[in-house]
Every structure is written in structure tokens, then in C-alpha cells.
């Protein structure tokens, strides 16, 4: 098997099984959201007695029958040996049952995926929370926030009438992505700008600034634009505590009219 693409035996590979600590099993509940990254069962239920209903699973085995070493014997392995967290993950009993029983490495292969994505995001995630947003973005937030509540202001909005081009050549390959953002940009593009407008110049470079800085982080952990797309949206929720809706209507700003999905130029 393969382990950062140098050759490794199972026996180098395969240490003693060591029990998670409590820490440990905090990380892997935190990893999957709390629910079963093959079937979506929740998998703490913090309201019951039993609230444990995962186990954390090997992807390579900890202690592989015969049959399993030659089936897995060419496969990536993750992580320094068995033990270490990337090589586990936590599922639901049944799906770990099933993913133990009669091992494929198509079955292998799809659970080392999923994992890989789920450090990848992780990952992403991290480097996102260290990007401190600044009190400008937060007033921003605010007064778009405020359009819930505001009917004058919408109905004083003008959608956009010209098609928007950038958004269609910087996301030309995912259909569904980008007609949500054309969708939210036509809505709230000249809004936008003007509030834009009326911040100072510094304002809008900072937030500006800071979007570039997190979209760069993303495109470092090699996400795809939906992936980019939604981690910017989890950012600028983290950092405001702003909803959903306002969230994607102000990164779907910056898609269009900033160096989000653009070139970065030098
Ligand atoms: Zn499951």
C-alpha cells in the first residue's frame, strides 16, 4: 500500500488498536457535523441516556484477515499508521457493519474519499476562522439584514437588467451555481452598491480585503466553487452571526464584482 506516496507494509502500518479518548471522539463526532457521513443518521443524541450511536471505524483495517491484505493490498492509506485520526472516521453502527463485511476496494476507495474531503474541509475551515473580520463588514451585515424587516427599501430596489457576464465566465461550469448567483446578484447588486458607495474608500477595501484573503485560503485547500462558495458564506455567518440568506447575497456580490473565482492578479 501506498502512504504519501511511498511504498508501506501492513505491518509498519498497522499498530496495536488504541481506544479514542474523549477528546479524540469529540474530534471525529465534530468532523462528520454529528451525523453518519454515509446515511445522514444523527449520531450523538445528546437527549437521551444512550446517546452514543456511532463507533469510530478503520478505513485500512486495524487488524486485516488475509482475504482484506490482498484485496487492499495496492490502496492510498492515510494518516502515519492505524491508528492516527485520519485513518478513522466515526459512522453509524449499521453503516460501519456494512462497511466491514465483505470489503471491496471500490468500497475502500469511497471511504478513503470521503475522509480525504472531510480533512480538506476541516482544514478550510480552520484557516477561514483565523481571517478576523472587521467591524465594517459587521454594519454592512446589519443594514442588509435590515432589508427582512424593510419594505420600503425593497420595493425601492432595482433588479439588474443587463445579463450579468462576469458571473457566467467565472462560473462556467457549474449550471445550478450559477444561476442562484445571477439570481441573488440581479436582485441585489445596486443595492449593493450604493451602500457600497457610501462607505469610505478604506472600508470597502478592508472588507474587500478580507474576502480576497478567504477566498484565497479556499483555493489553497483545493475546493471546488460550490465548495468555495459555501465556506465563504459559513465564513462571513461566523463571523456576523448574520443568517443564511444574508450571507449569500453578500458573497454572491463579491463573486461578481470582486476578485472572488477571478484571477488574482499580482
Ligand atoms: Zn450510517
Same mark, same amino acid.
Given at each position: 500500500?501506498?502512504?504519501?506516496?511511498?511504498?508501506v507494509d501492513?505491518?509498519?502500518?498497522?499498530?496495536?488498536?488504541?481506544?479514542?479518548?474523549?477528546?479524540?471522539?469529540?474530534?471525529?463526532?465534530?468532523?462528520v457535523?454529528?451525523?453518519?457521513?454515509?446515511?445522514?443518521?444523527?449520531?450523538?443524541?445528546?437527549?437521551?441516556?444512550k446517546?452514543k450511536?456511532?463507533?469510530?471505524?478503520?478505513i485500512?483495517?486495524?487488524?486485516?484477515t488475509?482475504?482484506?491484505?490482498?484485496v487492499?493490498?495496492?490502496?492510498?492509506?492515510?494518516?502515519e499508521n492505524?491508528?492516527?485520526?485520519?485513518?478513522?472516521?466515526?459512522l453509524?453502527?449499521?453503516?460501519?457493519?456494512?462497511?466491514?463485511?465483505?470489503?471491496?476496494i471500490?468500497?475502500?476507495?469511497?471511504?478513503?474519499?470521503?475522509?480525504?474531503k472531510l480533512?480538506?474541509?476541516?482544514? =478550510?475551515?480552520?484557516?477561514? $476562522?483565523?481571517n478576523?473580520?472587521? #467591524? *465594517?463588514?459587521l454594519?454592512?451585515?446589519?443594514?442588509?439584514? !435590515? +432589508?427582512?424587516?424593510?419594505?420600503?427599501?425593497?420595493?425601492?430596489?432595482e433588479?439588474?437588467?443587463?445579463?450579468?457576464?462576469?458571473?457566467?465566465?467565472?462560473?462556467?461550469?457549474?449550471?445550478?451555481?450559477?444561476?442562484?448567483?445571477?439570481?441573488?446578484?440581479?436582485?441585489?447588486?445596486?443595492?449593493?452598491k450604493?451602500?457600497?458607495?457610501?462607505?469610505?474608500?478604506?472600508?470597502?477595501?478592508?472588507?474587500? =480585503?478580507?474576502?480576497?484573503? $478567504?477566498?484565497?485560503q479556499?483555493? #489553497? *485547500?483545493?475546493?471546488n466553487?460550490?465548495?468555495?462558495?459555501e !465556506? +465563504?458564506?459559513?465564513?462571513?455567518?461566523?463571523?456576523?452571526?448574520?443568517?443564511?440568506?444574508?450571507?449569500?447575497?453578500?458573497?454572491?456580490?463579491?463573486?461578481q464584482?470582486?476578485?472572488?473565482?477571478?484571477?488574482i492578479s499580482?
Open positions: 500500500m501506498i502512504r504519501n506516496g511511498t511504498v501492513v505491518e509498519t502500518y498497522c499498530k496495536d488498536r488504541k481506544r479514542p479518548t474523549d477528546k479524540e471522539n469529540l474530534r471525529y463526532i465534530l468532523e457535523g454529528n451525523e453518519c457521513p454515509m446515511c445522514g443518521k444523527i449520531i450523538t443524541d445528546f437527549s437521551a441516556d446517546h450511536l456511532y463507533e469510530v471505524a478503520h485500512y483495517p486495524n487488524s486485516p488475509e482475504k482484506e491484505m490482498s487492499l493490498s495496492d490502496v492510498e492509506v492515510l494518516g492505524s491508528e492516527s485520526f485520519e485513518n478513522k472516521i466515526a453509524c453502527r449499521d453503516c460501519h457493519k456494512e462497511y466491514d463485511e465483505h470489503k471491496t471500490e468500497k475502500y476507495n469511497s471511504m478513503l474519499n470521503l475522509k480525504k480533512l480538506q474541509n476541516s482544514k =478550510a475551515q480552520t484557516a477561514l $476562522s483565523h478576523v473580520v472587521e #467591524k *465594517e463588514l454594519d454592512v451585515v446589519q443594514q442588509i439584514s !435590515s +432589508l427582512s424587516t424593510n419594505s420600503d427599501s425593497i420595493s425601492e430596489m433588479p439588474l437588467s443587463y445579463t450579468v457576464m462576469s458571473v457566467k465566465a467565472k462560473i462556467p461550469s457549474n449550471n445550478l451555481l450559477r444561476t442562484d448567483v445571477e439570481g441573488l446578484v440581479s436582485n441585489y447588486f445596486l443595492y449593493l450604493d451602500l457600497f458607495k457610501s462607505l469610505d474608500e478604506i472600508s470597502f477595501e478592508t472588507i474587500a =480585503a478580507s474576502f480576497k484573503h $478567504s477566498y484565497c479556499a483555493l #489553497k *485547500e483545493q475546493l466553487q460550490e465548495e468555495i462558495f !465556506s +465563504l458564506i459559513d465564513w462571513v455567518k461566523s463571523k456576523t452571526r448574520c443568517s443564511r440568506t444574508v450571507a449569500r447575497i453578500l458573497v454572491s456580490y463579491f463573486i464584482n470582486c476578485d472572488v473565482y477571478g484571477k499580482r
